[in-house]
């Protein structure tokens, strides 16, 4: 797979949510190296906490593929997953989570998950990579956040 290129496809989504005042994360769900679904934040537009690109998008896909369980799938999108997120993903039984940048930095990313995942019992543990073009992931969110700043 080629993961820069499914993070370029984030980034597209990801100013889309911009464009819409929410900030800019967008994802991709893929099963079996096929794209089912895509998403952006909509957390604001639609007054919901959950309107996370990671959900949106794993909802989406469970929809089409009418089951809960998204199993071969990879998950592609700009931002590393919060809590709510990963326990989605790992409920979704996705394979493979590919993010851009991280909230903080890589080891504590890393330390998190497996803190959390031996804290929750989690009976499934998706494999991470991070930082597949964290450089313009890391912007598009400095960006937009010194701009509500500024």
């Known amino acids: 797979m080629n993961h820069e290129f499914y993070i ?3 980034i597209a ?3 889309i949510s911009e464009e ?10 893929l099963q079996k190296n096929k794209i089912i679904s895509k998403a952006h934040n909509t957390s604001i537009s639609l007054s ?11 909802r989406d ?8 369980r998204i199993k071969n799938a990879a998950l592609y999108v700009t931002l ?3 809590l709510m997120c990963i326990s989605a993903i790992c409920e979704a039984r996705i394979d ?5 940048a991280y909230t903080s930095d890589e080891k504590n990313f890393y330390k998190k998950f497996d803190f959390i995942a031996k804290e929750f019992r989690f009976n499934h543990k998706p494999k991470f990579i991070g930082g597949i073009l964290e450089n313009e992931c ?7 956040f010194k701009a509500k700043r500024g």
């Open 80 to 82: 590393e997953p919060c």
């Open 61 to 68: 896909a469970c929809k089409k593929i009418n089951n809960y």
């Open 8 to 10: 370029k496809e984030c």
């Open 20 to 29: 819409y005042g929410e900030i800019p994360v967008g994802a991709i769900l």
């Open 138 to 144: 890391s912007i598009l969110m400095k960006d937009f």
């Open 96 to 100: 493979l989570v590919v993010f851009g």
């Open 13 to 15: 989504l990801a100013k």
């Open 48 to 58: 919901d906490p959950t309107g996370h690109a990671e959900i949106n998008a794993i």
